[in-house]
């Protein structure tokens, strides 16, 4: 049986190529209290379109498909 935290990382391997597309990447930090906590990566780092692309994009993506996740937020580097 997978962890949350496998379940993340799987489904982040999914959403990856469209980051890395445009330059960018982001790394897992941890997952905690329903929040998965991010880093941004590459373009993704200094993107003025950086938060929609987690919210309205990655945080969505993780809540349908890892039950627990209750938001995204970023870390800084």
Known sequence: MMTIEDQILSTLEKVRPFLQRDGGDVEFVKFEDGIVYLRLLGACSDCAFSNNT????VE??????????????????
């Open 60 to 77: 969505i993506i993780l809540m349908e498909e890892v039950p627990g996740v209750e938001r995204v937020e970023v870390v800084s580097a």
């Open 54 to 57: 987690i919210k309205d994009g």
